[in-house]
């Protein structure tokens, strides 16, 4: 009886470590759905993220599909930064785990728009590619 007791708790890690694997698998399978409709897409526990041609669209994964979804148009960012901890950081720059990694998107009505982000070299990646399609956006309108 008393092994049986030792052994309860384990069992229900395990129970609940697989129920977590069917959730996550069950959000990515959405995502991929979700995400044929973009040029460019990513997906993280915190936050999807597509774009196409000039618009991004982003959320949080959810087993039904993205939700609390917002677009915004290119044309509509007076400025795109790249922060880790609320601050403004260099491209080169190296971060350590745990931290808050967010892409910020000003609008030219002075709107503020997070896309947060796990991984440090992937939200680089994204902050050059909308910073190069935002400056050949605006090269071809002067």
């Not at 993205?66 to 403004?88: A, F």
């Not at 896309?115 to 071809?140: G, H, R, T, Y």
Request: net charge neutral.
């Amino acid at each position: 009886m008393e092994r049986a007791l030792t052994w309860l708790p384990l069992l229900g890690t395990f129970i609940w470590l697989a129920w977590a694997g069917w959730n996550e698998y069950q959000k990515v399978q959405t995502y991929e759905t979700w995400a044929t409709d973009f040029d460019r897409s990513k997906y993280d526990i915190r936050a999807v993220l597509g774009q196409k041609g000039t618009t991004l669209t982003w959320g949080k994964p959810s087993r039904q599909g993205p939700i609390e979804l917002v677009s915004l148009s290119l044309d509509q960012i007076d400025r795109i930064d790249l922060q880790v901890n609320g601050y403004s950081v260099e491209p080169k720059s190296f971060v350590k785990r745990g931290q808050t990694i967010e892409i910020v998107l000003t609008s030219t009505a002075g709107q503020l728009y997070r896309i947060p982000f796990i991984e440090f070299p992937m939200a680089q990646q994204w902050e050059k590619a909308l910073q190069d399609a935002w400056q050949a956006l605006k090269s071809a309108s002067i």
